[in-house]
């Protein structure tokens, strides 16, 4: 079988290798891969900025869905022919998360998904929804849930209640969809109109180009009647935390889930004591959060949305359209 292997850091550094089919053993899954997608932390990992120590060679890539091909002793959860979905983390199955479960994260904590075949055990995989194709269900596992744990896990939004989301990637549209399902207020940013209109479209209540107006934390206010929102989704980072700040309402929440901007030390206390903003740090998830997304999923009948699906073997040209950020919503691979 074949995989994609880091052994040197770099997009045309990245190696297909062989090797043998792997056997399942106790209480262990073997998956034949039918699709995968991509997540901004996967280009992070393959140019060596999100781990400069990672331990190579690795396996690249979290999210991906795909067959039961063969089940190893002591496995009760599925059967062959099933169709299912790895959760990010291996080890978090619930409550909180803890070192040891983070260092399970595939992709980077251990070896990732971009390979024909994997061998997981039980307890990390998840029934895919039979309303999602595979391309749709390998989205879910690490953006969508990240979007959902924001939005639900920690402190659950109210319908009426506003969501100040930042950007079209992968986890923003997914808190688009989500937050529109939960009856919430969501006002996005984008630098383009064409993706403004879309998100539109999606549902979204109010918009704002960042680059026509860019004191956009001042319009988000604005639109709230001068309160603030109730909760950011904070996926820039250094160049947008303290425009954050500013839009949020006091006692507000910012869910911290990324870092596009950079991860420059700027941020001061004060606005947050004077203010009594929550700042909450959201990494991904657990398996009994994507299992309670994926009912959610289903029972709203919510479609992924899909930018463009390449050949999993053009895995280097899928990460330089994504190092463009032209993309609309998810970069999906398929075997």
């Known amino acids: ?34 699709a995968a997608s991509l997540n901004f932390r996967d280009l992070r990992v393959v140019e060596g900025k999100y781990n400069p120590k990672l331990k190579r060679p690795m396996i690249p890539l979290s999210d991906g869905a795909g067959v039961v091909d063969q089940v190893g ?28 479960k983070g260092a399970s994260a595939l992709g980077g904590g251990i070896d990732g998904i971009l390979r024909e075949y994997v061998c997981f055990s039980e307890d990390g995989l998840v029934k895919s929804p039979a309303s999602l194709t595979d391309e749709e269900t390998a989205t879910l596992p690490c953006a969508a849930v990240t979007a959902w744990h924001a939005l639900f896990e920690e402190e659950p939004r109210l319908p009426g209640e506003s ?60 639109l709230t009647d001068g309160v603030g929102v109730d909760q950011v989704v904070e996926v820039g980072g250094s160049d947008t935390i303290l425009k954050s700040l500013r839009a949020v309402r006091p006692g507000g929440t910012i869910s911290v889930i990324g870092v596009l901007s950079g991860v420059e030390p700027v941020l001061s206390p004060t606005p947050i004591l004077m203010n009594s903003i929550r ?23 919510i479609k992924p949305i899909i930018d463009r699906v390449f050949p999993w073997t053009e895995y280097q040209d899928a990460l330089r359209h994504m190092e463009r950020q032209q993309h609309f919503g998810k970069i999906c691979l398929r075997f």
């Open 163 to 222: 969501v100040l989301l930042q950007g079209t990637g992968g986890v923003s549209i997914f808190a688009l969809q989500f937050a529109k399902a939960g009856g919430l207020r969501t006002i996005i940013t984008s630098s383009k109109d064409e993706k403004l209109e879309r998100a539109t479209s999606l549902g979204a209540s109010e918009t704002i180009n960042y680059k026509a107006k860019p004191k956009w934390e001042e319009e988000a206010r604005a």
């Open 1 to 34: 079988m074949k995989q994609f292997e880091i052994r040197e850091f770099g997009i045309d550094r990245l190696e297909i290798t062989e090797i043998e089919k792997p056997a399942p053993g106790f209480g262990q899954v073997l998956v034949r891969m039918t």
């Open 73 to 100: 002793p002591g496995v009760t959860r599925f059967r062959p022919g099933d169709r299912v979905v790895a959760s990010f983390m291996q080890k978090w199955i619930d409550g909180p998360v803890t070192r040891e």
């Open 279 to 301: 700042v909450q740090g959201i990494y991904v998830g657990s398996r009994a959060m994507l299992e309670r997304m994926i009912r959610a999923i289903e029972f709203h009948r």
